[in-house]
């Protein structure tokens, strides 16, 4: 049992539940932003603390995208639309608790059914990658602002990326950082979508787009 | 083997209302007061027992029994509950499970004599404690159901004799979960901030303070001891779980358990200072994460 490697996995569990239960859109940012943080360190971590240089500019790379540009642009994006700072949810804070509590139970079956062909570093890294891009799914499907979308879409890239790291113990940093830039245009053009909706329609509620067809 | 089975019962007996003195002080230092005196609830209790009761005549048999029905029940839970080194006097099969519903029993009556007086405010007091005890429930019942299962025993003596500190390196995160679940359910129980403020004397605000207030005399002095001893025997728990000292030397276990009970109350006086009460419509949302912290180390132990 690699106690550093679980106890990222668990911090990741619970800012992805954090996530779920809270109301702030300022402070789910910033949530985000600590744990591509976090993510950042895992390569070095799994390897271990041994300092190669791609893998000190990998994670260089992936916590300054993650950790600063993103959260930067999403921040921005807020204040520019002086929209509400409230998440707004479809579901309760309660009941998304609860929710995710059932979809980690899940994964965490299914990561004992889903044996890896390589020696993960921690047991847990399966089903907590799983957790995490679940429950990037249902922030984008329980919540209404587009802000929010944007939010659970970067959760559910982190557990790919967490998944990634799982597989394979030596990334190719060139596929890492192409996936990296598609999610970064990703969150650049939403964030200039958001600006049209809202400067259109005066709010970024998505429930009402399917109203636009008459 | 006797006599330290009675030992433990005496300390918790003894050494229960000494805790809120120390969480009082602790405040009291906080805000630059010279506060009360340690042992202010022993003088409290001393007085209380010298005075007479007065009864509404609206009241019946029931809200007369509920102080007495709360205080054996603290007595009994107080002969469950392991300390330091100390086993408990009575030991069997489950007794985890007895000693959560033994609260919920007493918690019972005093809703009952709470509803009794037929005070408004009473009731309100009523409902709320219910509300938030029905969700602190799940928290300590499945955080001792993590510790069961990491141990293999489901009685708390054995449980606790069988931990030692070296579960930090075996299973730490599932422990500090657990802590801060069980952390949750203490100052939800003994109704501190940010849950409850134990000194708001506004109606509107309390939540165990309130369905006391007709009572006077002995059986506030029972209300009260009973609450200290429940304070002392979830206290016990929390630092069984989180710093479990097994070095075989009885006599430097129970001064280490009681440092560390010393430490706890310091700790909550720090939380009672530093934070304000939540909003009530925040308290489930809290509660809800204390049990959600429960799952997650029993889901973390089990797999």
Redesign the interface.
């Known amino acids: 049992m690699n106690n550093a490697a679980d106890t990222i996995m668990i911090f990741l569990v619970l800012t992805n539940l954090t996530l779920l239960g809270l109301s702030r859109l300022g402070t789910c940012i910033r949530i985000v932003a600590v744990q591509g943080v976090v993510l950042g360190l895992l390569p070095l971590l799994l390897n271990g603390w041994s300092l190669e240089l791609h893998l000190v500019f990998f994670s260089a790379a992936i916590i300054s995208l993650k950790g600063i540009v993103f959260p930067w642009l999403l921040t921005r994006a807020l204040r520019d639309l002086k929209t509400q700072r409230e998440v707004e949810p479809l579901i309760g804070y309660g009941t998304s608790i609860a929710l995710g509590m059932v979809i980690l139970v899940i994964c965490m079956w299914l990561g004992s059914r889903l044996p890896l062909p390589v020696a993960a570093m921690s047991t847990l890294i399966v089903p907590v990658a799983f957790f995490t891009i679940m429950s990037g799914l249902f922030l984008i499907i329980s919540r209404k602002k587009a802000v929010t979308q944007v939010l659970g879409y970067l959760v559910m890239e982190n557990g790919i990326y967490t998944f990634g790291v799982a597989l394979v113990q030596k990334q190719p940093v060139l596929v890492e950082l192409g996936i990296l830039l598609d999610v970064f245009v990703a969150v650049f053009v939403m964030g200039i979508t958001m600006f049209h909706i809202n400067r259109e329609f005066d709010h970024i509620d998505t429930d009402q787009l399917s109203r636009l067809k008459v | 083997m006797i006599i330290l089975k009675l030992l433990n019962m005496v300390i918790a007996l003894a050494a229960a209302p000494l805790l809120l003195g120390i969480i009082n002080r602790t405040k009291a230092v906080f805000a630059g007061r010279t506060g009360q005196p340690l042992l202010q609830l022993y003088y409290d209790i001393w007085k209380l027992l010298r005075k007479g009761a007065v009864y509404s005549r609206s009241t019946s048999w029931i809200f007369r029994v509920g102080p007495v029905i709360g205080l054996s029940v603290a007595l009994i839970a107080a002969a469950l509950i392991p300390f330091g080194g100390l086993p408990a006097v009575i030991s069997f099969k489950g007794d985890l499970i007895l000693f959560a519903y033994l609260f919920g029993l007493s918690r019972f009556f005093t809703v009952l004599m709470a509803m009794d007086t037929g005070s408004s405010f009473e009731g309100m007091g009523a409902s709320r404690e219910v509300t938030f005890s029905t969700l602190s429930e799940p928290a300590l019942l499945i955080g001792l159901a993590a510790i069961a299962k990491y141990t293999g025993y489901i009685s708390l003596s054995q449980m606790f004799s069988s931990l030692n500190l070296s579960v930090w ?2 299973a ?2 599932a422990f500090v ?1 657990v802590g801060f679940a069980i952390l949750i359910v203490f100052l939800t129980e003994n109704s501190r901030i940010p849950i409850d403020d134990p000194n708001t004397h506004l109606e509107l605000t309390m939540i165990h303070e309130v369905m006391i207030l007709d009572h006077s005399g002995p059986d506030l002095a029972m209300i009260l001891y009973g609450a200290a001893i429940k304070m002392w025997l979830l206290g016990a728990i929390l630092i069984g779980i989180v710093v479990p000292v097994h070095s075989g030397n009885a006599l430097f276990d129970i001064s280490a358990a009681m440092l560390f009970m010393i430490l706890l109350a310091i700790v909550i006086g720090v939380i009672e200072s530093s934070m304000a009460r939540l909003k009530l419509l925040h308290v ?2 809290l509660l ?2 204390a049990t ?1 912290l429960s ?2 180390a029993l ?2 132990i089990l ?1």
Do not use: D, F, H, W
Request: aromatic letters at 0%; hydrophobic letters at 45%; a positive charge.
């Open positions: 390196l075996n730490g995160p979960l489930p949302q809800i994460g959600t799952i997650l889901v973390l797999r």
